[in-house]
Nanobody
């Protein structure tokens, strides 16, 4: 059974940093796209960042460019989202997602086959 488990969320003040991790099990994701989405209260889930299977291509939404960095370690079957200079508007549940195989970096939920349960990130002002 494929499982993605996020960790690293928490409550921080504006300007702080957090590093989210996404541990995958049940299959290897070394040829997959990995992505991070977030969902704030009352809002739809939105794409945040994605990374190609070999890490030579990434994509970010404009609001996090220069502050967030997505990475992965295929040997550990784990993905990461380093979040710096956090802002209150970054408050959301963050989800990691993965595809069965490489087919570009999708920016919609339907592009991904596997999902984690989410981790809460709360940024106070």
């Amino acid at each position: 059974q494929v499982q993605l488990v996020e960790s690293g969320g928490g409550l921080v003040q504006a300007g702080a940093s957090l590093r989210l991790s996404c541990a995958a099990s049940g299959r290897t994701f070394s040829s997959s796209t990995m992505g991070w989405f977030r969902q704030a209260p009352g809002k739809e889930r939105e794409f945040v960042a994605g990374i190609k299977w070999n890490s030579d291509r990434t994509n970010y939404i404009d609001s996090v460019k220069g502050r967030f960095t997505i990475s992965r370690d295929n040997a550990k079957n784990t993905g990461y989202l380093q979040m710096n200079n956090l802002k209150p508007e970054d408050t959301a549940v963050y989800f990691c997602a993965a595809t069965r195989s490489w087919r570009g970096i999708g920016v919609v939920q339907e592009a991904y086959d596997y999902w984690g349960q989410g981790t809460q990130v709360t940024v106070s002002s």
